[in-house]
């Protein structure tokens, strides 16, 4: 598959892009198993030729999906994004100095030269396009026939799809900018120049209207009767998980208070929505609860056999990032497959080498997110007395050990000689230690082992990746977080308790249940999927720290301060040193600046009515 780095920052700006063209040329195609995505378009042709041909309307939606988020596809360039995203947080940091994301964690870039400000132009460029198909797609061209299955009233179908998408664009821009614009049609370049911005609250309130619209519009399926021909289109399922995230950063601290009363007045705000001021999170638990019945009633599920799960190294929680996500129940949208070496080159130690195989581990997780992993007990380590800082990764939480290579760590292929014991320590087989300049190496004492398939090293054949947008796991956290805001508790332990019994944890009770350890469950499940970064900008946590008054506190729970190990001894006695990480070892972090990304510098100048976010020039 051609992955194209979607996020790159783009001289012009993309508002007069926006107004200026109808059809924008897309310099790459998406490639799936799905035979309706996997459909080549010609953009370089006149509106009345695409619109007025079914097969190039129909290419033209499928084209939009290529906007969504990427966080694999973005890989294809390991100088410069061949990391995790996590690598802007807490969770993780970059070996490699050229990637983007260390900048993020130490606050040096502007408006005017960071990459990941392109999340700008990708959303609005999405947006418009959606516009585009609702705009000008026929349906004496599409076909409106009244049908069984899956192209059921195909016209009515494709515009509902089209509007979601739209929804979700525009729900990504409040994620990196708060604030941001509602655009519902083509605009003019008059229109372009006089654009303004809703406040972030109101903005995902209109998302989840925009949502209930879909879902009540009765024709897009919850889930498709084909699902290998339409895999990685958006259905009505996907329709309620983004109106459950929506509403759950509504009513989020950073959000909560982003409201003005003219936008109920004026209808961006949904009449169903009027009484968001005193009952955020009501909303946000009605809207997940509903996910969740709607979702479980359509097949989607945790992935492995409830009661029974494996929870091996390479067991159920594993397997959801490494398998073949047509085939998986757990999945509600995903990104198109990427048939690649590529995540393992980037990922595993690098003392794995084989045959033409050279990996080069460059996501370096921290000591603070290894010890978010609770032990087997169902306890922070610091709470356990049975936890031994030299016997580290005994005992814990299952899914350490599926997420994150460590000194001891197993992996090979099955059945091959290659298979053996991750070995970080000084001047041992995965050199943890290697100079500055060297391929590949970590400053921590770990690498991420998500997404990363046990290959044979000598005979690696391509593997499948994807990314994951929505999975049924977060329906079940964001009800937990929901219902403990809104004080059932007895509901919040159930819906968590879900999600630890498949990762092989005890789970909790109504006693012992805190929003810390909801917030920490988010952190483990979710570790590498690009939750953690909006996760506690949303909880507002660095509000509560600084570098200096969290020095004391476990790793874990420390935000600034970045942490990992120094491996010594013997191989069947290994020894370790905790302290911080040998390099991008703080997070800069402003109040309220890095809360959110600045607009990129050309779109304020094309449209000085959007404004700049606060300590943003």
């Known amino acids: 598959m051609k992955h194209n780095i979607k996020t790159t920052h783009k001289a012009s700006s993309s508002l007069l892009v926006l107004a200026l063209s109808l059809v924008l040329p897309l310099a790459f195609s998406l490639t799936s198993c799905d035979s309706y995505l996997d459909k080549e378009f010609d953009a370089a042709q006149s509106d009345e030729k695409v619109f007025g041909d079914e097969t190039m309307t129909r290419g033209f939606l499928a084209n939009i999906y290529n906007y969504l988020e990427d966080g694999i596809g973005v890989w294809s360039d390991d100088q410069r994004t061949g990391s995790s995203r996590d690598c802007m947080t807490d969770n993780s940091v970059c070996w490699w100095n050229l990637h983007y994301y260390s900048y993020i964690q130490t606050d040096s870039y502007t408006s005017n030269n960071h990459t990941l400000l392109g999340f700008w132009n990708t959303d609005t460029y999405g947006i418009r396009a959606c516009n585009q198909y609702i705009d000008k797609a026929d349906p004496t061209v599409v076909g409106n026939a009244a049908r069984s299955g899956d192209d059921n009233r195909l016209y009515d179908r494709t515009i509902q799809e089209a509007k979601l998408l739209r929804a979700l664009f525009t729900f990504d821009l409040v994620q990196w900018f708060g604030a941001a614009p509602i655009i519902t049609k083509v605009l003019t370049t008059d229109e372009a120049h006089d654009m303004t911005r809703v406040a972030a609250g109101d903005v995902l309130l ?47 601290p950073l959000n909560a208070d982003k409201h003005d009363a003219a936008n109920k007045e004026n209808g961006i705000v949904p009449e169903a929505y009027a009484n968001y001021s005193s009952q955020a999170w009501q909303y946000a638990k009605e809207a997940a609860e509903t996910a969740l019945q709607v979702c479980s009633a359509n097949g989607y599920q945790l992935n492995g056999t409830k009661g029974n799960y494996d929870t091996s190294s390479e067991g159920d929680y594993y397997k959801v990032f490494c398998c073949d996500p047509t085939q998986s129940n757990e999945i509600i949208l995903s990104r198109s497959t990427w048939q690649t070496l590529q995540v393992e080159k980037l990922l595993m130690p690098p003392g794995f080498t084989g045959s033409g195989f050279s990996p080069v581990g460059r996501t370096n997780p921290t000591q603070n997110l290894v010890d978010a992993y609770e032990t087997i007990n169902g306890l922070p380590i610091e709470q356990d007395p049975e936890y031994n800082a030299q016997t580290p990764y005994d005992n814990r939480d299952p899914r350490l050990d599926q997420t994150i290579f460590h000194q001891g760590s197993f992996f090979g292929a099955a059945g091959n000689s290659l298979g053996r014991n991750v070995d970080v320590r000084e001047g041992a087989t995965d050199a943890d230690y290697r100079e500055e300049g060297e391929a590949g190496g970590t400053y921590t004492g770990y690498w991420q082992k998500k997404f990363v398939y046990n290959i044979d090293r000598n005979n690696a054949t391509l593997q499948t990746h994807f990314w994951i947008l929505f999975r049924y796991a977060e329906l079940l956290l964001n009800a937990a977080e929901a219902e403990f805001q809104t004080g059932n508790v007895s509901e919040a332990v159930a819906h968590i308790n879900e999600v630890r019994a498949r990762a092989g944890m005890p789970g909790y009770t109504s006693e012992n249940l805190t929003l810390e350890r909801i917030q920490n469950e988010r952190r483990v499940e979710f570790a590498f999927e690009d939750h953690r970064f909006f996760d506690v900008r949303r909880w507002k946590l660095y509000d509560n720290q600084t570098a200096a008054s969290e020095v004391s506190l476990p790793y874990y729970k420390q935000i600034y301060n970045l942490y990992g190990t120094v491996v010594k001894g013997t191989a069947d006695a290994p020894t370790y040193e905790y302290g911080l990480s040998k390099a991008h070892s703080s997070i800069v972090f402003n109040i309220p600046k890095n809360y959110l990304f600045p607009l990129p510098y050309t779109e304020v100048k094309a449209a000085p009515g959007l404004g700049q976010n606060p300590g943003w020039e």
Request: glycine share 8%.
């Open 206 to 252: 209109w998302v989840a209207g925009q949502c209930d619209e879909v879902i009540n519009s009765g024709v897009l399926p919850m889930r498709y009767q084909n699902e290998a021909t339409n895999w990685g289109r958006v259905n009505g399922c996907m329709a309620h998980a983004l109106k459950s995230r929506a509403l759950l950063y509504a009513a989020s």
